[in-house]
C-alpha cells in the first residue's frame, strides 16, 4: 500500500564498475586497480598485522601502510599493488580472451 506522502524513489542500475559510472577517465584501470587493492587489504586483514609487520614485509613506509588499509588504492600503481600479492605469497594469473559485447573490457576476478 502506498502512502500519499511517500514518493517513489528513482534509481538507476550502475554497470558495475563505479567509476564508467561516474564518467571517470580511465575507468577499467581504476576499477582493476581498486579490486586488486581491496584484495591486498583482505590478505593483510586475515593475517593480522600490525602496521610496522605490514610494512616490513611489502617493503614500503608506514604512511603507505596507512593509505592501503585505508582504501586510498589510487596512491599505487597497478604493478605495486601486484608486487604487494606476490610478496603475500600469491600467485597472479592473467586471462585473456576474445571481447563479446555487452561484457566490460577488463573483468578482475579472484580466488581463494
Do not use: C, W
Request: charged residues 30%.
Amino acid at each position: 500500500m502506498k502512502n500519499d506522502d511517500q514518493t517513489e524513489t528513482e534509481f538507476e542500475e550502475g554497470s558495475g564498475n563505479v567509476f564508467a559510472d561516474l564518467a571517470l577517465a580511465e575507468a577499467d584501470e581504476l576499477f582493476a586497480r581498486a579490486k586488486v587493492g581491496f584484495y591486498v587489504y583482505k590478505i593483510i586483514e586475515e593475517k593480522k598485522l600490525k602496521q610496522k609487520e605490514i610494512a616490513s614485509l611489502l617493503a614500503i613506509k608506514q604512511p603507505e601502510v596507512s593509505h592501503l588499509m585505508n582504501g586510498h588504492f589510487n596512491r599505487f600503481t597497478t604493478d605495486k599493488l601486484l608486487e604487494f600479492l606476490k610478496r603475500l605469497d600469491r600467485k597472479v594469473t592473467i586471462h585473456i580472451s576474445p571481447h563479446k559485447p555487452g561484457e566490460p573490457y577488463q573483468e578482475v576476478g579472484f580466488r581463494h
